[in-house]
């Protein structure tokens, strides 16, 4: 079955340490890779998005991801992260299904920052 | 120009009920997707109207139905309500088969 995997349900890391949020995806070709941030209460932010060329996403608020073809993975990077990004996030595949393109996101990841 | 927007921002209601959602497209936008997010889980796909057609359609019952206006808004409408129903529901409008671009979301609490 097609899906989106996020391995990680909770991830806590220290404000200024580095971070790795991993995504894996299922499907025959590369479909387009979002990444999406959540704070509590709150719709969908998009922080970046993946749709062909440079395997290396530059995105929003310091965020990068990178498309690996050979693992299905899209996982997302933050060299230093900061306390205001304690939030869900979700990544999520668009893909077409019998006519009808529609995105599959993943279960999310919940990113705690202790100060 | 005019980002997605939904209305109500929360409501609540009673087993049984039956609520009405709406949403209006991003300018230059024809189709609209809708997704239900419950607590601690992803948004998943309820169903798409592209020009006023229903375009596709997840695995959510009969009870969940929709219309797409002339003007490319949208309203999402559940019969029956039950408790599962409690969700944060989300529209999503695009250009065709394009990037979606999400509203704010419509908190629905069933008591």
């Known amino acids: 079955a097609q899906s989106v995997t996020q391995p990680d349900i909770h991830i806590t890391v220290s404000e200024g340490a580095s971070l790795e949020l991993r995504c894996n995806y299922s499907?025959?070709?590369?479909?387009?890779l979002f990444w999406y941030v959540q704070s509590p209460g709150q719709g969908l932010q998009l922080l970046l998005k993946?749709?062909?060329?440079?395997?290396l996403v530059q995105g929003i608020k310091g965020f990068e991801a990178e498309f690996k073809r050979s693992q299905s993975s899209f996982n997302l990077r933050k060299p230093s992260v900061h306390w205001s990004d304690a939030a869900e996030y979700f990544c999520?595949?668009?893909?077409?299904?019998?006519?009808?393109?529609?995105?599959?996101f993943g279960t999310g990841t919940r990113l705690k920052v202790l100060a | 120009e005019t980002g997605v927007t939904q209305s109500p921002t929360h409501l609540i209601k009673t087993r049984g009920q039956q609520v009405t959602l709406r949403c209006s497209s991003q300018?230059?936008?024809?189709?609209v997707s809708w997704y239900q997010q419950a607590l601690g889980q992803g948004p998943q796909f309820i169903f798409q109207?592209?020009?006023?057609?229903?375009?596709g359609r997840g695995n959510f019952p009969p009870r969940f139905s929709g219309l797409q206006f002339p003007n490319y808004s949208s309203e999402l409408n559940v019969n029956a309500l039950e408790l599962d129903d409690s969700a944060l529901y989300l529209c999503?409008?695009?250009?065709?088969?394009?990037?979606?671009?999400f509203g704010p979301g419509t908190r629905l609490t069933v008591l």
């Open positions: 993946y749709f062909s060329g440079d395997t």
């Open positions: 999520a595949v668009g893909r077409a299904t019998s006519g009808t393109y529609k995105y599959i």
């Open positions: 499907y025959g070709a590369t479909p387009y």
């Open positions: 300018s230059g936008h024809n189709t």
């Open positions: 999503a409008s695009s250009l065709d088969s394009n990037e979606q671009f």
């Open positions: 109207y592209y020009r006023e057609e229903e375009n």
